[in-house]
């Protein structure tokens, strides 16, 4: 089993920034991809981005540029950089890791982002 716990959401202006951070424990030795989704009110959860053990990155179109994934292999720790945030930005953000192998999902419970017009 792994666990993810976020941390860093919180309420912010339009225009701000906010970084989020997901912490992975447990059976971690074989997580391969980590990423964060997001899930607005009345809305499916959607991809933000992800980034692979060994660092390779992928984001959803709308928000290359403003938001940037890193990881931290020796902490087991994904974070997220918003920069430029809009309303639309509003949701719950749900940390994601992938196990290799024979692919296995694990979620965090989610930290809610409120950007204010």
């Known amino acids: 089993q792994v666990q993810l716990v976020e941390s860093g959401g919180g309420l912010v202006q339009a225009g701000g920034s906010l970084r989020l951070s997901c912490a992975a424990s447990?059976?971690?030795?074989?997580?391969?991809?980590m990423g964060w989704y997001r899930q607005g009110s009345g809305k499916q959860r959607e991809l933000v981005a992800a980034?692979?053990?060994?660092?390779?990155?992928n984001y959803a179109d709308s928000l290359k540029g403003r938001f940037t994934i890193s990881r931290d292999n020796a902490k087991n720790t994904v974070y997220l950089q918003m920069t430029s945030l809009k309303p639309e930005d509003t949701a719950v953000y749900y940390c994601?890791?992938?196990?290799?192998?024979?692919?296995?999902?694990?979620w965090g419970k989610g930290t809610l982002v409120t950007v204010s017009s």
């Open positions: 980034i692979t053990r060994g660092g390779s990155t």
């Open positions: 994601n890791a992938v196990t290799t192998g024979f692919p296995i999902n694990y």
């Open positions: 447990g059976s971690i030795f074989n997580l391969n991809a």
